[in-house]
């Protein structure tokens, strides 16, 4: 007999955009509705650099989280070529950053700040494996002459094994893995290594960008893969195993920006975003390991308490907008138009 109903520890998002400004004010009440704690990307059109920007940043989010909810942004710092040991050891003793984040330079949204050869930051990196502050890592090549569907490949050979290699003791996390490479990778490698998984790579293939024509909704970095691929990322995430856990690297563009001539990359999940994934565990007869991916495996990676508050989900369907306000523009969440089978209680 189906279960209809479930209720798990109040998850945490272990890789999230809110951006800035009036757009952050529209996208952070939908986190917060669900989840305890987000990991906040700091890519934003002005990096965030400084532990004193990151503090200023992390007050903007909780202004505009709603009265009566309980909700915590984890900050983040963004690595570049010029982040000082003294930041990293500034950044640790703030006590509300939890990781710095590695853009490779040129590999997605507002990432010509970030790091052109790894090599220049090994004094950094050093010093986080010092002081035990863990590497969120975007793990793509950059090269122009590298395929678009082998650039996880191969950070994952050429930069990210022999930086493991060369710092054992560093927590890394690869965030928003795409590949059964990555996959593979992750589970060979040691504790220290984990990843986050998305909701649009467990449920669509690369075919989706391409339904019945150019779907630009359907766009990010990394780029969506072969159904082999996808269909590892779900064993992967259903399997129980604690190096893999729930990040939506939610990412909110205006709707203009996405349907244009040179459209951005990311895709705008966090307003359903337990619904899809528990639809996931749900067609793979996993709902009873969601609550480990999504509430506790990576509350323990980054060493936070678990959350002592719960959400419950109930399979009914129910329509997504066809559109969302993101201050003065719109944007359209995944799925827009159509159904979700599942919905929080408290929606």
């Known amino acids: 007999m189906a279960?209809?109903?479930i209720q798990i520890t109040r998850p945490d998002d272990l890789h999230l955009h809110?951006?800035?400004g009036d757009a952050l004010k529209s996208v952070?009440?939908?986190?917060?509705?669900?989840?305890a704690r987000a990991i906040i990307m700091p890519n934003l059109e002005t990096p965030v650099t400084s532990v004193e920007q990151a503090g200023k940043y992390r007050q903007e989010i909780l202004d505009a989280v709603p009265e009566g909810i309980d909700f915590e942004p984890l900050m983040t710092l963004y690595l570049t070529d010029n982040t000082s040991v003294e930041t990293i050891k500034a950044a640790k003793d703030s006590g509300f950053i939890h990781g710095l984040k590695l853009y490779p330079a040129g590999a997605t949204t507002n990432s010509d700040a970030g790091v052109t050869d790894v090599r220049n930051v090994y004094d950094v990196l050093e010093t986080m494996q010092l002081v035990d502050l863990p590497l969120l890592v975007h793990g793509e090549v950059t090269d122009p002459v590298v395929d678009v569907f082998d650039r996880e490949r191969l950070f994952i050979k050429e930069i990210l094994a022999p930086l493991i290699e060369r710092l054992p003791k560093l927590r890394i996390v690869m965030e928003h893995i795409t590949?059964?490479?990555a996959v593979d990778f992750v589970m060979s490698a040691s504790d220290k290594i984990a990843a986050t998984i998305t909701a649009h790579h467990l449920l669509m293939n690369r075919n989706a960008i391409f339904t019945g024509g150019?779907?630009?909704h359907h766009y990010c970095l990394p780029i969506l893969k072969r159904e082999e691929h996808r269909q590892a990322l779900v064993k992967a995430a259903t399997s129980g195993n604690p190096k893999f856990f729930l990040g939506t690297d939610s990412a909110p563009h205006a709707q203009g920006a996405k349907e244009s001539d040179c459209g951005c990359a990311g895709m705008y999940t966090a307003y359903n975003a337990m619904e899809l994934y528990t639809e996931v565990f749900d067609l793979n007869n996993s709902l009873g390991k969601l609550e480990g991916f999504a509430s506790t495996y990576g509350a323990a990676f980054y060493h936070l308490p678990q959350s002592t508050?719960?959400?419950t989900l109930q399979?009914?369907?129910w329509k997504i907008p066809a559109s969302l306000p993101l201050g003065q523009e719109k944007v359209i969440p995944l799925r827009a138009g159509e159904s979700c089978h599942w919905t929080l209680t408290n929606k």
């Open 179 to 181: 590949t059964s490479d």
């Open 315 to 317: 399979r009914q369907d």
């Open 214 to 216: 150019v779907r630009p």
């Open 309 to 311: 508050d719960s959400i």
């Open 28 to 35: 952070v009440p939908d986190t917060a509705r669900q989840f």
């Open 18 to 20: 809110v951006r800035t």
């Open 3 to 5: 279960q209809n109903e």
